[in-house]
């Protein structure tokens, strides 16, 4: 996932405003945490591009399954230490007054068993008072399979083509990125990229994310897509 071709995902994803996403965050933030810190933790931060923003305001960490993706990270960003971490398992020796976790990331976690375990690592990363933001992944009941979709990213020295059809197998859904790239003076590539996601009922999440210690606020709108947004304030 990602791994051959982190450095494509900024290009394929260049189309959203991670600055517009990162003043809504803060905002979110400034309004409910009610611990005094300012660390802050952005699990399955990719490449970064949050924690590009995130660095002036706050003292910003970054973790992710994949080296590639935080190879990057690290460039991008220099204010930020970044580790790697699968955030099923996470456990970092040190608590925090902010976790992110954006981008529909949550659902790579795929199973209920596995959720659980990571909103109770969030939890547990947390100073009393600190806030966990989490964007989620389309709820079983708005997932539409067969549903055809194509990401496109063109300038003179690269273009790119991504296609894929939306599958379902019982509660994950599976997405076959199929890419075409070609860069200035190089053949035409073809590569695949497969993704499975859990289709996460909404009201079981901020049900698993009460039972995990956490005053849970919903909102029908997320920071970067609209596919809601849960807010967690550490009890
Ligand atoms: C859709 S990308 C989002 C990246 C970034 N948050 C953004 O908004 O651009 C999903 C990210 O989740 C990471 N990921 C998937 N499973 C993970 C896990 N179990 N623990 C930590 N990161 C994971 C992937 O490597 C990838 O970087």
Same mark, same amino acid.
């Given at each position: 996932m990602y791994k051959d071709f982190?450095?494509?995902y900024d290009l394929i994803y260049s189309f959203i405003d991670y600055k517009k996403a990162c003043k809504k965050l803060s905002k979110l933030i400034k309004k409910y945490k009610k611990s005094s810190g300012i660390e802050l933790l952005d699990v399955a931060c990719g490449t970064g591009s949050h924690l590009f923003y995130l660095q002036n305001e706050f003292?910003?960490?970054? /973790?992710? *399954?994949?080296?590639? &993706?935080? @190879?990057?990270?690290?460039? $991008?960003?220099?204010?930020? /230490?970044? *580790?790697?971490?699968? &955030?099923? @398992?996470?456990?970092?020796? $040190?608590?925090?007054?902010?976790?992110?976790?954006l981008f529909s990331s949550i659902g790579y976690v795929k199973t209920y068993e596995n959720l659980k375990k990571t909103i109770e690592n969030f939890s547990n990363h947390l100073n009393p008072g600190g806030v966990v933001i989490i964007e989620p992944w389309i709820s079983k009941s708005d997932y539409q399979p067969g549903r055809p979709s194509m990401n496109t990213y063109d300038n003179d020295n690269i273009k790119i083509a991504r296609l894929n059809t939306a599958k379902l197998n019982d509660n994950l859904s599976i997405m076959e990125?199929?890419?075409?790239?070609?860069?200035?003076?190089?053949?035409?590539?073809?590569?695949?990229?497969?993704h499975e996601l859990g289709l996460f009922d909404h009201e079981e999440t901020i049900q698993i994310m009460k039972d995990s210690d956490l005053e849970v606020i919903s909102f029908q709108k997320?920071?970067?897509?609209?596919?809601?947004?849960?807010?967690?304030?550490?009890?």
């Open positions: 982190a450095d494509v003292i910003c960490s970054g /973790t992710d *399954i994949n080296t590639e &993706m935080l @190879n990057i990270a690290g460039e $991008k960003v220099e204010n930020a /230490t970044f *580790i790697h971490s699968d &955030m099923i @398992n996470m456990d970092l020796k $040190k608590k925090f007054d902010i976790i992110t976790c990125m199929h890419y075409l790239m070609v860069k200035k003076d190089e053949d035409v590539q073809y590569f695949k990229d497969c997320g920071v970067m897509v609209d596919r809601g947004l849960f807010l967690g304030i550490k009890k």
